[in-house]
């Protein structure tokens, strides 16, 4: 297993050389992009996302997962902000990995709309997106993972909910599928592992993970699995409750995440496959140390996942009036 780690690391570094993978990040995206267009958005944005966070801080994890869910399926091009319509029924947002599961649009129409009145017409909701995601990692991180977002996105046409589960991981995945699946948007094995860290916040509906984890001969610590299986089992308040990702720092982003996969303390299949290899329990370990390396890998990787299948001006790509419709 280890072998087939590294080649798959051997494999995505090839593909990225050669500029094979067609999720490569776009190098045209730049930081301060509407300086001179829309100089206040930035701020615009950040305020929308500091009142609500301030309000709930499940909407910042909310935020974060919106970008991840929105940029690996056809790209970061704002699709899954996208309502039904009579000609568009079934939208990303209506998948089956989003429909119960996804956050933070009102945050996104509360941004677009005083954007829409300081500059009309100029910001993309695809930036807008990106955006958010990079205040509420700030915010959630107690302003530790600090980074700048580099914009330019145009917003996408199309968004269909048979998209959603060919393109976004599993959670019952395991090591080599997570590999695989970040490949594909040209993300290497690191960034994967990275990225995994959002996981510390947000939570998790027991039908996602209690077949896989629950069950015989699931890795997962008994006292955990037995507190779970009780959270689970108990549906006087939902038919299918939920249960916070990380259970230690529940409403903060930061390595605590890392030490619950090491503890075997993790909801997900697809977070504890993680330790599957020596490498990527390497990389597991190295997250869970030092204050403040994670942190920095992980702006780092937002970044490069923000890039992924940007969409240009023209007949793929148009800058949104209402986040939810196209124009």
Not at 62 to 87: E, N, W
Not at 123 to 134: E, G, I, N, Y
Not at 209 to 237: M, Y
Request: charge should be negative.
């Amino acid at each position: 297993m280890a072998a087939s780690f590294e080649l798959a690391i051997l494999v995505t570094c090839a593909l990225l050389l050669a500029g094979a993978c067609r999720g490569a990040p776009d190098t045209e995206l730049q930081v301060g992009y509407y300086q001179d267009t829309c100089p206040e958005a930035e701020d615009i944005v950040r305020a929308a996302v500091s009142d609500a966070v301030a309000e709930d801080a499940g909407i910042g994890a909310g935020l974060i997962r919106l970008l991840f869910h929105d940029c690996f399926v056809q790209g970061c091009d704002a699709s899954v902000l996208l309502d039904p319509t009579k000609k568009n029924p079934f939208p990303e947002k209506l998948g089956a990995p989003n429909v119960h599961s996804l956050r933070g649009f009102e945050a996104i129409d509360a941004a677009k709309f005083a954007l829409e009145d300081a500059c009309p017409g100029v910001v993309s909701c695809a930036d807008v997106v990106a955006f958010a995601a990079r205040d509420a990692s700030y915010l959630l991180s107690g302003y530790r993972v600090d980074f700048d977002m580099p914009a330019g996105r145009f917003d996408g046409r199309r968004s269909n909910a048979s998209d959603t589960v060919p393109s976004l991981p599993a959670p019952s995945a395991n090591l080599a599928q997570l590999i695989d699946n970040f490949a594909a948007k040209g993300l290497d094995a690191e960034d994967m592992v990275v990225l995994s860290g959002a996981h510390s916040v947000g939570h998790a509906r027991c039908s996602s993970f209690a077949g896989d984890r629950l069950g015989d001969g699931a890795d997962i610590d008994p006292s955990f699995a037995r507190s779970l299986r009780r959270r689970c089992n108990d549906t006087s308040e939902a038919e299918d409750p939920t249960v916070s990702q990380d259970l230690v720092t529940p409403a903060e982003l930061d390595g605590q995440f890392y030490r619950n996969v090491l503890k075997g303390r993790v909801l997900l299949a697809s977070d504890a496959a993680l330790m599957e290899t020596k490498e990527a329990a390497r990389m597991v370990r190295e997250s869970a140390g030092v204050s403040g390396r994670w942190e920095k890998k992980f702006g780092q990787a937002m970044v490069k996942m923000a890039g992924i299948e940007v969409k240009k001006a023209g007949r793929r790509g148009e800058i949104r009036t209402n986040c939810r419709l196209v124009n």
